[in-house]
Protein backbone atom coordinates (compact mmCIF):
# COMPACT_ATOMS: atom_id res chain seq x y z
CA UNK A 1 0.00 0.00 0.00
CA UNK A 2 1.56 3.16 -0.89
CA UNK A 3 0.24 5.54 1.56
CA UNK A 4 -2.16 5.38 4.83
CA UNK A 5 -4.80 8.06 5.24
CA UNK A 6 -5.19 8.57 9.30
CA UNK A 7 -8.49 8.22 10.93
CA UNK A 8 -7.92 12.88 11.32
CA UNK A 9 -8.00 12.27 7.81
CA UNK A 10 -10.98 10.73 6.90
CA UNK A 11 -13.11 12.35 10.10
CA UNK A 12 -12.23 15.94 8.25
CA UNK A 13 -13.31 14.90 4.83
CA UNK A 14 -16.33 13.34 5.90
CA UNK A 15 -17.80 14.77 8.57
CA UNK A 16 -16.50 18.47 8.62
CA UNK A 17 -19.64 20.20 8.23
CA UNK A 18 -21.47 18.28 11.15
CA UNK A 19 -18.73 18.70 14.03
CA UNK A 20 -18.74 22.33 12.38
CA UNK A 21 -22.38 22.99 13.19
CA UNK A 22 -22.31 21.29 16.65
CA UNK A 23 -19.01 23.25 17.06
CA UNK A 24 -20.79 26.65 16.33
CA UNK A 25 -23.88 25.41 18.01
CA UNK A 26 -21.99 25.30 21.19
CA UNK A 27 -19.92 28.37 20.61
CA UNK A 28 -23.20 30.78 20.33
CA UNK A 29 -24.74 28.75 23.49
CA UNK A 30 -22.00 29.41 25.77
CA UNK A 31 -19.82 32.34 25.15
CA UNK A 32 -18.94 33.29 28.52
CA UNK A 33 -17.09 30.12 28.97
CA UNK A 34 -14.71 30.95 26.28
CA UNK A 35 -10.89 31.70 27.71
CA UNK A 36 -10.58 35.13 26.20
CA UNK A 37 -7.36 36.73 26.21
CA UNK A 38 -8.70 40.02 24.18
CA UNK A 39 -7.87 42.95 25.51
CA UNK A 40 -10.86 44.26 24.19
CA UNK A 41 -13.39 42.18 25.08
CA UNK A 42 -12.85 40.33 28.29
CA UNK A 43 -16.18 39.36 29.15
CA UNK A 44 -17.64 37.92 25.72
CA UNK A 45 -21.72 37.93 25.32
CA UNK A 46 -21.99 36.78 22.21
CA UNK A 47 -19.62 34.22 20.27
CA UNK A 48 -19.41 33.18 16.72
CA UNK A 49 -17.18 30.30 14.88
CA UNK A 50 -15.55 31.10 11.68
CA UNK A 51 -13.27 28.58 11.20
CA UNK A 52 -11.39 25.35 12.60
CA UNK A 53 -8.66 22.74 12.14
CA UNK A 54 -8.82 19.55 13.39
CA UNK A 55 -5.08 19.36 15.54
CA UNK A 56 -5.60 15.82 16.88
CA UNK A 57 -7.84 12.73 17.38
CA UNK A 58 -7.70 11.08 20.92
CA UNK A 59 -9.11 7.49 20.02
CA UNK A 60 -10.65 4.52 22.84
CA UNK A 61 -10.83 1.60 21.36
CA UNK A 62 -14.43 -0.46 22.38
CA UNK A 63 -15.90 -3.77 22.35
CA UNK A 64 -17.36 -4.84 19.08
CA UNK A 65 -17.39 -2.24 16.08
CA UNK A 66 -17.62 0.95 18.27
CA UNK A 67 -15.55 3.23 18.85
CA UNK A 68 -14.81 6.59 20.89
CA UNK A 69 -12.77 9.26 20.14
CA UNK A 70 -12.29 13.05 20.99
CA UNK A 71 -11.26 15.43 17.82
CA UNK A 72 -9.30 18.28 19.10
CA UNK A 73 -9.98 21.50 17.35
CA UNK A 74 -8.36 24.62 17.24
CA UNK A 75 -11.18 27.31 16.39
CA UNK A 76 -11.14 31.13 15.44
CA UNK A 77 -13.62 32.52 17.26
CA UNK A 78 -15.42 35.92 16.64
CA UNK A 79 -16.11 37.53 19.95
CA UNK A 80 -18.52 40.53 21.09
CA UNK A 81 -19.22 42.59 24.33
CA UNK A 82 -21.19 45.85 25.31
CA UNK A 83 -19.15 48.14 27.20
CA UNK A 84 -20.76 51.43 28.07
CA UNK A 85 -22.83 51.54 25.19
CA UNK A 86 -19.82 50.49 22.60
CA UNK A 87 -20.09 47.35 20.96
CA UNK A 88 -16.44 45.73 21.18
CA UNK A 89 -15.42 42.65 18.86
CA UNK A 90 -12.50 40.84 18.08
CA UNK A 91 -11.38 37.69 17.55
CA UNK A 92 -9.73 34.83 19.48
CA UNK A 93 -7.96 31.42 19.10
CA UNK A 94 -9.91 28.54 21.01
CA UNK A 95 -9.23 24.99 21.38
CA UNK A 96 -12.47 22.49 21.60
CA UNK A 97 -12.80 18.45 22.39
CA UNK A 98 -15.54 17.10 21.06
CA UNK A 99 -16.27 14.09 22.06
CA UNK A 100 -18.23 11.34 19.57
CA UNK A 101 -18.66 7.84 18.31
CA UNK A 102 -19.10 5.46 15.80
CA UNK A 103 -19.31 2.11 14.47
CA UNK A 104 -17.17 0.46 11.84
CA UNK A 105 -18.64 -2.07 9.42
CA UNK A 106 -18.09 -1.57 5.78
CA UNK A 107 -16.30 2.07 6.41
CA UNK A 108 -17.76 4.64 9.46
CA UNK A 109 -21.33 4.33 10.00
CA UNK A 110 -23.41 5.54 12.63
CA UNK A 111 -21.11 8.71 13.35
CA UNK A 112 -22.75 10.96 16.16
CA UNK A 113 -21.57 13.84 18.49
CA UNK A 114 -21.93 13.06 22.36
CA UNK A 115 -21.01 16.74 23.38
CA UNK A 116 -18.66 19.68 23.12
CA UNK A 117 -16.06 20.84 25.43
CA UNK A 118 -13.22 23.58 26.15
CA UNK A 119 -10.25 21.25 25.70
CA UNK A 120 -8.19 20.78 29.24
CA UNK A 121 -4.57 19.64 27.94
CA UNK A 122 -4.00 18.20 31.30
CA UNK A 123 -6.63 15.69 30.76
CA UNK A 124 -5.95 12.33 32.12
CA UNK A 125 -5.48 9.96 28.82
CA UNK A 126 -7.87 6.72 29.05
CA UNK A 127 -6.38 3.33 28.30
CA UNK A 128 -7.25 1.33 25.40
CA UNK A 129 -6.16 3.79 23.04
CA UNK A 130 -5.42 3.84 19.26
CA UNK A 131 -3.23 4.99 17.07
CA UNK A 132 -4.04 7.89 14.42
CA UNK A 133 -4.47 4.70 12.40
CA UNK A 134 -6.94 2.69 14.97
CA UNK A 135 -3.84 0.56 15.34
CA UNK A 136 -3.76 -0.28 19.15
CA UNK A 137 -1.41 1.12 21.19
CA UNK A 138 0.53 -1.57 22.89
CA UNK A 139 3.67 -1.44 25.50
CA UNK A 140 5.88 -4.90 25.29
CA UNK A 141 4.77 -5.02 28.87
CA UNK A 142 1.24 -5.05 28.53
CA UNK A 143 1.16 -8.41 25.98
CA UNK A 144 0.71 -10.69 28.84
CA UNK A 145 -2.69 -8.51 29.71
CA UNK A 146 -3.45 -8.81 26.10
CA UNK A 147 -3.09 -12.40 26.08
CA UNK A 148 -5.00 -12.93 29.04
CA UNK A 149 -8.03 -11.09 27.69
CA UNK A 150 -7.50 -13.03 24.70
CA UNK A 151 -7.88 -16.41 26.49
CA UNK A 152 -10.80 -15.46 28.93
CA UNK A 153 -12.52 -14.24 25.88
CA UNK A 154 -11.95 -17.48 23.66
CA UNK A 155 -10.70 -20.37 25.88
CA UNK A 156 -10.91 -19.22 29.55
CA UNK A 157 -9.73 -23.02 30.51
CA UNK A 158 -6.37 -22.40 29.80
CA UNK A 159 -6.29 -19.77 32.45
CA UNK A 160 -7.42 -21.85 35.36
CA UNK A 161 -4.99 -24.89 34.79
CA UNK A 162 -2.58 -25.76 32.02
CA UNK A 163 -3.15 -27.71 29.01
CA UNK A 164 -2.22 -27.29 25.38
CA UNK A 165 -4.41 -24.73 23.47
CA UNK A 166 -7.08 -26.02 21.71
CA UNK A 167 -6.14 -24.04 18.47
CA UNK A 168 -8.86 -25.82 16.41
CA UNK A 169 -11.12 -24.71 18.59
CA UNK A 170 -10.26 -21.10 19.49
CA UNK A 171 -10.45 -20.26 15.85
CA UNK A 172 -13.92 -22.01 15.97
CA UNK A 173 -15.10 -19.46 19.02
CA UNK A 174 -14.20 -16.66 16.83
CA UNK A 175 -15.80 -17.25 13.84
CA UNK A 176 -13.05 -17.84 11.80
CA UNK A 177 -11.76 -20.82 9.31
CA UNK A 178 -8.48 -22.34 7.76
CA UNK A 179 -7.28 -22.93 4.79
CA UNK A 180 -3.66 -24.57 3.63
CA UNK A 181 -2.70 -23.39 0.38
CA UNK A 182 0.73 -22.24 -1.25
CA UNK A 183 0.24 -18.05 -1.34
CA UNK A 184 3.39 -17.53 -3.40
CA UNK A 185 5.88 -19.17 -5.84
CA UNK A 186 9.20 -18.61 -3.71
CA UNK A 187 7.23 -19.08 0.01
CA UNK A 188 7.74 -15.25 0.88
CA UNK A 189 4.31 -15.55 2.22
CA UNK A 190 3.47 -17.50 5.02
CA UNK A 191 0.57 -16.73 6.19
CA UNK A 192 -2.67 -14.16 5.40
CA UNK A 193 -5.63 -13.06 7.45
CA UNK A 194 -9.38 -11.81 5.32
CA UNK A 195 -10.99 -8.92 6.45
CA UNK A 196 -13.82 -8.84 3.83
CA UNK A 197 -14.65 -11.63 0.85
CA UNK A 198 -12.25 -11.39 -2.21
CA UNK A 199 -10.30 -12.97 -4.87
CA UNK A 200 -6.67 -13.55 -4.21
CA UNK A 201 -3.92 -15.40 -5.61
CA UNK A 202 -2.04 -18.92 -5.01
CA UNK A 203 0.60 -20.45 -6.54
CA UNK A 204 -0.14 -23.61 -8.24
CA UNK A 205 2.57 -25.93 -8.08
CA UNK A 206 0.97 -28.06 -10.73
CA UNK A 207 1.15 -26.05 -13.03
CA UNK A 208 3.40 -23.46 -12.24
CA UNK A 209 1.47 -20.94 -12.08
CA UNK A 210 -0.44 -18.15 -10.24
CA UNK A 211 -4.91 -18.81 -9.64
CA UNK A 212 -7.69 -17.12 -8.42
CA UNK A 213 -9.37 -17.85 -5.56
CA UNK A 214 -12.29 -16.63 -4.07
CA UNK A 215 -12.01 -16.01 -0.08
CA UNK A 216 -14.53 -14.93 2.26
CA UNK A 217 -14.12 -13.45 5.46
CA UNK A 218 -12.20 -14.57 8.74
CA UNK A 219 -10.39 -17.01 6.24
CA UNK A 220 -6.71 -17.67 7.63
CA UNK A 221 -4.52 -18.71 4.96
CA UNK A 222 -1.59 -20.56 5.88
CA UNK A 223 1.31 -21.86 3.47
CA UNK A 224 2.26 -25.48 5.19
CA UNK A 225 5.66 -25.24 3.17
CA UNK A 226 7.29 -22.02 4.79
CA UNK A 227 7.07 -23.28 8.24
CA UNK A 228 9.78 -26.76 7.07
CA UNK A 229 11.87 -24.63 4.34
CA UNK A 230 12.55 -20.80 6.69
CA UNK A 231 12.49 -22.94 9.90
CA UNK A 232 10.39 -20.17 11.60
CA UNK A 233 8.08 -22.45 14.19
CA UNK A 234 4.93 -24.18 14.25
CA UNK A 235 1.65 -24.17 12.94
CA UNK A 236 -0.18 -23.40 15.97
CA UNK A 237 2.26 -20.06 16.36
CA UNK A 238 1.13 -19.38 12.37
CA UNK A 239 -2.63 -19.57 12.91
CA UNK A 240 -2.59 -18.04 16.51
CA UNK A 241 -0.66 -15.13 15.02
CA UNK A 242 -3.36 -14.52 12.28
CA UNK A 243 -5.73 -14.36 15.10
CA UNK A 244 -4.52 -11.92 16.86
CA UNK A 245 -4.55 -9.76 13.71
CA UNK A 246 -8.34 -10.46 13.46
CA UNK A 247 -8.81 -9.61 17.21
CA UNK A 248 -6.85 -6.44 17.60
CA UNK A 249 -6.43 -4.99 13.97
CA UNK A 250 -9.74 -5.42 12.10
CA UNK A 251 -10.66 -1.21 13.20
CA UNK A 252 -7.80 -0.74 11.17
CA UNK A 253 -8.48 -2.51 8.29
CA UNK A 254 -12.18 -0.69 8.54
CA UNK A 255 -10.04 2.54 8.13
CA UNK A 256 -8.27 1.55 4.92
CA UNK A 257 -11.93 0.26 3.27
CA UNK A 258 -13.13 3.83 3.46
CA UNK A 259 -10.77 4.61 0.83
CA UNK A 260 -9.26 1.72 -0.44
CA UNK A 261 -12.21 -0.82 -1.06
CA UNK A 262 -9.45 -3.18 -2.02
CA UNK A 263 -7.41 -3.32 0.99
CA UNK A 264 -8.99 -6.65 2.82
CA UNK A 265 -6.23 -8.69 4.03
CA UNK A 266 -2.76 -8.72 5.95
CA UNK A 267 0.01 -10.27 4.34
CA UNK A 268 2.54 -11.74 6.59
CA UNK A 269 6.09 -12.18 5.11
CA UNK A 270 8.98 -14.00 6.22
CA UNK A 271 11.74 -11.03 5.77
CA UNK A 272 13.45 -8.05 7.58
CA UNK A 273 11.86 -4.54 8.00
CA UNK A 274 15.21 -2.69 8.45
CA UNK A 275 13.44 0.93 10.09
CA UNK A 276 13.95 3.43 12.90
CA UNK A 277 10.89 2.33 15.36
CA UNK A 278 9.78 5.98 14.72
CA UNK A 279 9.56 4.69 11.25
CA UNK A 280 7.15 1.80 11.50
CA UNK A 281 4.29 2.17 9.40
CA UNK A 282 0.93 0.97 11.01
CA UNK A 283 1.70 -2.62 9.59
CA UNK A 284 4.78 -2.81 10.94
CA UNK A 285 2.68 -2.47 14.41
CA UNK A 286 0.89 -4.82 13.97
CA UNK A 287 3.20 -7.13 12.74
CA UNK A 288 5.14 -6.72 16.31
CA UNK A 289 2.05 -7.05 18.04
CA UNK A 290 1.13 -10.38 16.62
CA UNK A 291 4.89 -11.96 17.05
CA UNK A 292 4.90 -10.86 20.76
CA UNK A 293 1.36 -11.88 21.67
CA UNK A 294 0.75 -15.06 19.71
CA UNK A 295 3.51 -16.95 21.71
CA UNK A 296 2.38 -15.48 24.92
CA UNK A 297 -1.30 -16.87 23.99
CA UNK A 298 -0.32 -20.27 23.43
CA UNK A 299 1.71 -20.12 26.66
CA UNK A 300 -0.36 -18.23 29.22
CA UNK A 301 2.09 -16.48 31.69
CA UNK A 302 0.60 -18.12 34.97
CA UNK A 303 0.03 -21.41 34.01
CA UNK A 304 3.20 -21.75 31.75
CA UNK A 305 5.05 -21.09 35.16
CA UNK A 306 3.20 -23.61 37.10
CA UNK A 307 3.94 -25.81 34.37
CA UNK A 308 7.76 -25.11 34.24
CA UNK A 309 8.23 -25.84 38.32
CA UNK A 310 6.22 -28.77 37.72
CA UNK A 311 8.32 -30.14 35.37
CA UNK A 312 11.65 -28.78 37.43
CA UNK A 313 11.00 -30.85 40.41
CA UNK A 314 9.66 -34.40 38.06
CA UNK A 315 13.36 -33.78 36.24
CA UNK A 316 15.10 -32.71 39.29
CA UNK A 317 13.85 -36.38 40.59
CA UNK A 318 15.38 -37.64 37.74
CA UNK A 319 18.87 -36.53 37.08
CA UNK A 320 19.36 -35.07 40.34
CA UNK A 321 19.35 -31.42 41.94
CA UNK A 322 22.86 -30.50 40.25
CA UNK A 323 22.49 -32.22 37.02
CA UNK A 324 21.09 -28.49 35.58
CA UNK A 325 22.18 -29.05 32.42
CA UNK A 326 20.03 -32.06 31.83
CA UNK A 327 17.46 -31.00 33.81
CA UNK A 328 16.66 -27.34 31.74
CA UNK A 329 17.22 -29.61 28.25
CA UNK A 330 14.65 -31.85 29.34
CA UNK A 331 12.03 -29.25 31.02
CA UNK A 332 12.47 -27.31 27.23
CA UNK A 333 11.34 -30.36 25.18
CA UNK A 334 8.70 -31.09 27.49
CA UNK A 335 7.44 -27.68 27.99
CA UNK A 336 7.58 -27.77 24.17
CA UNK A 337 5.92 -31.00 23.48
CA UNK A 338 3.36 -30.19 25.99
CA UNK A 339 1.72 -26.38 24.93
CA UNK A 340 2.44 -28.02 21.13
CA UNK A 341 4.79 -25.42 20.37
CA UNK A 342 8.59 -24.96 18.76
CA UNK A 343 11.85 -25.68 21.66
CA UNK A 344 13.20 -22.48 20.61
CA UNK A 345 9.70 -20.97 21.53
CA UNK A 346 9.52 -22.78 24.89
CA UNK A 347 12.91 -21.78 25.57
CA UNK A 348 12.21 -18.34 24.38
CA UNK A 349 8.91 -18.19 26.73
CA UNK A 350 11.20 -19.46 29.75
CA UNK A 351 13.49 -16.68 29.13
CA UNK A 352 11.12 -14.39 29.16
CA UNK A 353 9.49 -15.63 32.45
CA UNK A 354 13.29 -15.51 33.99
CA UNK A 355 14.47 -18.82 34.08
CA UNK A 356 18.02 -17.98 33.41
CA UNK A 357 19.34 -21.32 33.02
CA UNK A 358 17.88 -22.14 30.53
CA UNK A 359 20.01 -19.54 28.25
CA UNK A 360 22.66 -22.92 27.72
CA UNK A 361 20.18 -25.02 25.81
CA UNK A 362 18.36 -25.15 22.33
CA UNK A 363 21.13 -21.80 21.48
CA UNK A 364 21.63 -20.94 17.73
CA UNK A 365 24.75 -19.69 16.61
CA UNK A 366 25.88 -19.29 13.14
CA UNK A 367 22.71 -21.22 11.29
CA UNK A 368 23.23 -24.56 14.03
CA UNK A 369 22.89 -25.57 17.52
CA UNK A 370 25.46 -25.36 19.51
CA UNK A 371 26.17 -28.01 22.08
CA UNK A 372 23.94 -27.27 25.90
CA UNK A 373 25.70 -26.05 27.76
CA UNK A 374 25.78 -24.94 31.96
CA UNK A 375 26.92 -22.27 34.58
CA UNK A 376 26.11 -21.01 38.18
CA UNK A 377 23.11 -19.56 38.31
CA UNK A 378 24.16 -16.17 39.47
CA UNK A 379 27.11 -16.26 37.19
CA UNK A 380 24.64 -14.62 34.08
CA UNK A 381 22.91 -11.34 34.83
CA UNK A 382 20.24 -10.28 32.28
CA UNK A 383 21.21 -9.05 29.08
CA UNK A 384 23.96 -11.36 29.04
CA UNK A 385 25.35 -14.22 27.26
CA UNK A 386 28.29 -16.73 26.69
CA UNK A 387 27.71 -17.45 23.17
CA UNK A 388 28.81 -15.17 19.99
CA UNK A 389 28.54 -15.83 16.55
CA UNK A 390 31.65 -15.34 14.64
CA UNK A 391 30.50 -12.89 12.60
CA UNK A 392 29.56 -10.61 15.72
CA UNK A 393 33.08 -11.58 17.11
CA UNK A 394 34.80 -10.17 13.95
CA UNK A 395 33.21 -6.72 14.23
CA UNK A 396 33.64 -6.93 18.26
CA UNK A 397 37.13 -7.26 17.40
CA UNK A 398 37.76 -4.57 15.44
CA UNK A 399 36.07 -2.07 17.29
CA UNK A 400 36.95 -3.17 20.71
CA UNK A 401 40.21 -2.57 21.64
CA UNK A 402 39.82 -4.64 24.75
CA UNK A 403 38.69 -7.80 23.36
CA UNK A 404 41.16 -7.48 20.40
CA UNK A 405 43.80 -7.71 23.52
CA UNK A 406 42.16 -10.32 25.52
CA UNK A 407 42.65 -12.39 22.15
CA UNK A 408 45.43 -11.47 21.03
CA UNK A 409 46.84 -13.04 23.93
CA UNK A 410 46.71 -16.26 22.65
CA UNK A 411 44.97 -17.52 25.56
CA UNK A 412 41.21 -18.22 23.98
CA UNK A 413 39.86 -20.18 21.28
CA UNK A 414 36.93 -19.96 19.22
CA UNK A 415 35.06 -23.16 19.95
CA UNK A 416 30.96 -23.74 19.36
CA UNK A 417 30.20 -20.17 19.99
CA UNK A 418 32.51 -19.77 22.80
CA UNK A 419 35.78 -18.56 23.44
CA UNK A 420 37.01 -20.77 25.84
CA UNK A 421 40.28 -21.21 27.26
CA UNK A 422 42.93 -22.52 25.57
CA UNK A 423 44.00 -25.35 27.64
CA UNK A 424 43.35 -29.51 27.09
CA UNK A 425 40.90 -28.87 30.55
CA UNK A 426 38.67 -27.44 28.23
CA UNK A 427 38.82 -28.51 24.65
CA UNK A 428 39.62 -31.41 23.10
CA UNK A 429 40.69 -33.07 19.49
CA UNK A 430 37.66 -35.24 17.83
CA UNK A 431 38.94 -38.27 15.62
CA UNK A 432 38.09 -36.08 12.83
CA UNK A 433 40.56 -33.96 13.43
CA UNK A 434 38.07 -30.86 14.62
CA UNK A 435 38.00 -29.34 18.32
CA UNK A 436 35.63 -29.64 20.49
CA UNK A 437 34.73 -28.72 24.35
CA UNK A 438 35.55 -31.03 26.92
CA UNK A 439 32.51 -32.26 28.76
CA UNK A 440 33.89 -30.61 31.88
CA UNK A 441 33.82 -27.05 29.91
CA UNK A 442 30.55 -27.77 29.10
CA UNK A 443 29.32 -27.54 32.69
CA UNK A 444 31.23 -25.26 33.35
CA UNK A 445 31.59 -22.32 31.14
CA UNK A 446 30.93 -19.76 33.55
CA UNK A 447 34.77 -20.75 34.97
CA UNK A 448 36.21 -21.06 31.30
CA UNK A 449 34.54 -18.85 28.84
CA UNK A 450 34.10 -15.32 28.03
CA UNK A 451 31.05 -13.59 29.23
CA UNK A 452 29.16 -10.89 27.16
CA UNK A 453 26.64 -8.05 27.27
CA UNK A 454 24.03 -7.83 25.15
CA UNK A 455 23.30 -4.29 24.15
CA UNK A 456 21.53 -1.90 21.64
CA UNK A 457 23.12 -1.86 18.34
CA UNK A 458 23.11 1.58 17.50
CA UNK A 459 24.62 1.53 14.43
CA UNK A 460 21.89 -0.38 12.87
CA UNK A 461 18.82 0.50 11.64
CA UNK A 462 17.11 -2.42 12.17
CA UNK A 463 14.46 -2.42 15.01
CA UNK A 464 12.03 -4.90 14.00
CA UNK A 465 12.35 -8.44 12.60
CA UNK A 466 8.62 -9.40 11.26
CA UNK A 467 8.07 -12.86 12.93
CA UNK A 468 11.14 -14.03 13.61
CA UNK A 469 11.35 -11.22 16.40
CA UNK A 470 9.47 -14.37 18.26
CA UNK A 471 10.85 -17.37 17.03
CA UNK A 472 14.70 -17.46 16.53
CA UNK A 473 17.13 -14.54 16.95
CA UNK A 474 20.36 -15.19 18.12
CA UNK A 475 18.91 -13.70 21.58
CA UNK A 476 16.02 -15.45 22.82
CA UNK A 477 14.19 -12.00 24.28
CA UNK A 478 11.55 -9.53 22.47
CA UNK A 479 14.75 -7.17 21.90
CA UNK A 480 16.08 -8.89 18.45
CA UNK A 481 18.68 -5.68 17.54
CA UNK A 482 21.56 -6.41 20.54
CA UNK A 483 24.92 -7.39 19.57
CA UNK A 484 27.08 -9.16 22.28
CA UNK A 485 29.28 -6.76 23.40
CA UNK A 486 32.70 -7.49 25.84
CA UNK A 487 33.37 -5.62 29.26
CA UNK A 488 36.41 -6.02 30.78
CA UNK A 489 34.51 -6.61 33.86
CA UNK A 490 35.26 -8.54 36.80
CA UNK A 491 34.44 -11.88 35.43
CA UNK A 492 35.95 -11.45 32.66
CA UNK A 493 39.34 -10.79 34.09
CA UNK A 494 39.15 -13.16 36.65
CA UNK A 495 38.91 -16.05 33.23
CA UNK A 496 41.31 -14.19 32.09
CA UNK A 497 43.85 -14.15 34.50
CA UNK A 498 43.02 -18.11 34.93
CA UNK A 499 43.92 -18.15 31.45
CA UNK A 500 47.61 -16.47 31.87
CA UNK A 501 47.79 -19.53 35.36
CA UNK A 502 47.30 -22.39 32.95
CA UNK A 503 49.58 -20.79 29.96
CA UNK A 504 52.20 -21.08 32.48
CA UNK A 505 51.81 -24.71 32.58
CA UNK A 506 51.21 -25.64 29.22
CA UNK A 507 53.47 -28.03 27.43
CA UNK A 508 53.03 -26.21 24.13
CA UNK A 509 54.08 -22.76 25.34
CA UNK A 510 57.29 -24.77 27.05
CA UNK A 511 58.22 -25.93 23.59
CA UNK A 512 57.49 -22.75 21.67
CA UNK A 513 60.23 -21.39 24.24
CA UNK A 514 62.40 -24.00 23.15
CA UNK A 515 61.82 -23.50 19.59
CA UNK A 516 61.56 -19.95 19.13
CA UNK A 517 65.41 -19.57 20.34
CA UNK A 518 66.75 -20.60 17.63
CA UNK A 519 67.16 -17.09 16.24
CA UNK A 520 69.50 -18.06 12.98
CA UNK A 521 66.11 -19.83 11.15
CA UNK A 522 65.17 -19.00 8.06
CA UNK A 523 61.63 -18.68 6.79
CA UNK A 524 62.02 -21.74 5.01
CA UNK A 525 63.74 -23.15 7.66
CA UNK A 526 61.13 -22.59 10.14
CA UNK A 527 58.41 -23.85 8.55
CA UNK A 528 59.99 -27.40 7.59
CA UNK A 529 60.63 -27.87 10.90
CA UNK A 530 57.40 -27.45 11.88
CA UNK A 531 56.27 -30.03 9.56
CA UNK A 532 58.89 -32.08 11.11
CA UNK A 533 57.96 -31.88 14.30
CA UNK A 534 54.06 -32.42 12.92
CA UNK A 535 55.25 -35.32 11.60
CA UNK A 536 53.19 -33.82 8.06
CA UNK A 537 54.61 -35.68 4.90
CA UNK A 538 53.62 -33.87 1.31
CA UNK A 539 50.39 -35.00 0.58
CA UNK A 540 49.17 -33.96 4.05
CA UNK A 541 50.80 -30.47 3.60
CA UNK A 542 49.14 -29.77 0.19
CA UNK A 543 45.50 -31.10 1.84
CA UNK A 544 46.28 -28.91 4.85
CA UNK A 545 47.25 -25.69 3.45
CA UNK A 546 46.08 -25.67 -0.60
CA UNK A 547 49.70 -25.01 -1.14
CA UNK A 548 51.28 -26.94 -4.34
CA UNK A 549 53.96 -29.29 -4.04
CA UNK A 550 56.53 -26.79 -5.25
CA UNK A 551 55.93 -24.88 -2.33
CA UNK A 552 56.58 -27.69 -0.27
CA UNK A 553 59.48 -28.68 -2.09
CA UNK A 554 60.73 -25.45 -1.79
CA UNK A 555 60.40 -24.95 1.56
CA UNK A 556 62.21 -28.50 2.15
CA UNK A 557 65.34 -27.20 0.64
CA UNK A 558 65.13 -23.60 2.37
CA UNK A 559 64.27 -21.67 -1.15
CA UNK A 560 60.88 -20.11 0.08
CA UNK A 561 62.34 -16.89 1.38
CA UNK A 562 60.06 -14.60 -0.54
CA UNK A 563 56.55 -15.84 0.32
CA UNK A 564 53.39 -13.76 -0.07
CA UNK A 565 51.45 -12.55 2.33
CA UNK A 566 48.56 -15.31 2.14
CA UNK A 567 51.20 -18.08 2.13
CA UNK A 568 52.54 -17.77 4.71
CA UNK A 569 48.86 -17.21 6.42
CA UNK A 570 48.07 -20.29 4.51
CA UNK A 571 50.48 -22.51 6.26
CA UNK A 572 50.19 -20.82 9.61
CA UNK A 573 46.81 -21.90 9.71
CA UNK A 574 46.98 -24.86 7.47
CA UNK A 575 49.75 -26.52 10.21
CA UNK A 576 47.50 -25.01 12.94
CA UNK A 577 50.19 -23.25 14.57
CA UNK A 578 49.71 -21.27 18.08
CA UNK A 579 49.39 -17.86 17.60
CA UNK A 580 53.07 -17.47 19.26
CA UNK A 581 54.63 -19.77 16.21
CA UNK A 582 52.28 -18.11 13.65
CA UNK A 583 53.96 -14.52 15.04
CA UNK A 584 57.51 -15.87 14.53
CA UNK A 585 56.72 -17.26 10.89
CA UNK A 586 55.01 -14.02 10.02
CA UNK A 587 58.06 -12.11 11.09
CA UNK A 588 60.46 -14.40 9.97
CA UNK A 589 58.38 -13.63 5.98
CA UNK A 590 58.87 -9.79 6.76
CA UNK A 591 55.41 -9.57 7.52
CA UNK A 592 53.50 -7.72 10.51
CA UNK A 593 49.57 -8.01 10.13
CA UNK A 594 47.71 -4.62 10.10
CA UNK A 595 44.05 -2.97 10.34
CA UNK A 596 42.73 -3.51 6.74
CA UNK A 597 39.66 -5.78 7.17
CA UNK A 598 41.24 -8.78 5.16
CA UNK A 599 44.24 -8.66 7.77
CA UNK A 600 42.18 -7.86 10.33
CA UNK A 601 40.42 -11.10 9.56
CA UNK A 602 43.73 -13.11 9.36
CA UNK A 603 45.16 -11.80 12.29
CA UNK A 604 41.71 -13.29 14.32
CA UNK A 605 41.48 -16.59 12.54
CA UNK A 606 45.27 -16.96 13.65
CA UNK A 607 44.78 -15.86 17.22
CA UNK A 608 41.21 -17.36 17.85
CA UNK A 609 40.36 -19.44 15.23
CA UNK A 610 43.07 -22.59 15.65
CA UNK A 611 42.50 -25.86 15.18
CA UNK A 612 39.71 -25.14 12.66
CA UNK A 613 40.86 -26.26 8.72
CA UNK A 614 42.14 -24.20 6.01
CA UNK A 615 38.08 -24.65 4.21
CA UNK A 616 36.52 -23.36 7.42
CA UNK A 617 38.34 -20.70 7.79
CA UNK A 618 37.97 -19.85 3.84
CA UNK A 619 34.12 -20.19 5.04
CA UNK A 620 34.30 -17.52 7.21
CA UNK A 621 35.98 -15.21 4.73
CA UNK A 622 33.63 -15.77 2.10
CA UNK A 623 31.06 -14.93 4.70
CA UNK A 624 32.76 -11.64 5.67
CA UNK A 625 32.40 -10.93 1.88
CA UNK A 626 36.78 -11.01 1.99
CA UNK A 627 39.28 -13.26 -0.33
CA UNK A 628 39.91 -16.98 0.44
CA UNK A 629 42.93 -18.70 1.09
CA UNK A 630 44.69 -20.12 -2.01
CA UNK A 631 41.59 -19.27 -4.08
CA UNK A 632 41.93 -21.76 -6.92
CA UNK A 633 42.79 -24.63 -5.14
CA UNK A 634 40.17 -23.97 -3.02
CA UNK A 635 37.78 -23.40 -5.44
CA UNK A 636 38.84 -27.13 -6.78
CA UNK A 637 38.35 -28.51 -3.94
CA UNK A 638 34.97 -28.01 -3.33
CA UNK A 639 33.64 -27.77 -6.42
Not at 285 to 299: C, D, K, Q, S, T
Amino acid sequence: MASVSSFRDVIANMYYNELFDELSEYIEDNPDKLESNSYRVQSPDEAALSDFDIITIDITDSPGNSILFDVIVSAEVEIAETVRRNRETDGIEQWFRISCRADLDDGIQNFQINSVSIYNKYRESKLGRLSEYLVPIIEKEQFDDVATDFLSEFCPEALSTPIPIPVDEVVKRMGLKVKEIQLTKHFTIFGQIVFGDCTIEYYDRNERAYKPLEVSRGTILVDPNVYFMRNIGCMNNTIIHECVHWYKHRKYHELVKTYNSDALLISCRVNETTKYKKQWTPEDWMEWHANGIAPRILMPKSMTIKKIEELIKKNELLFGTHDRLNIMENVVYELADFFQVSRIAAKIRMLDLGYKEVEGVYTYVDDHFISNYSFKADSLHKNQTYSISLSDSFFEYYANPEFAKIIDSGNFIYVDGHYVINDSKYIKRLENGSIDLTDYAKLHVDECCLLFDLKLNKASKMDIVVYLDSIMFRKATPDYNRVPTFNPDKHNMEVFNRSEELKKFHEEFVEEGQHLSRTTQTFSQAVYGHIKRKGYNKVVFIEKTLLSGKTYDRIKNNELNNPTLETVVAICIGLELSPTYSEEILRLAGYTLNNTPQQLAYKKLIHSYRGHSIYECNEVLEALRLSPLCAKAYKEMIS
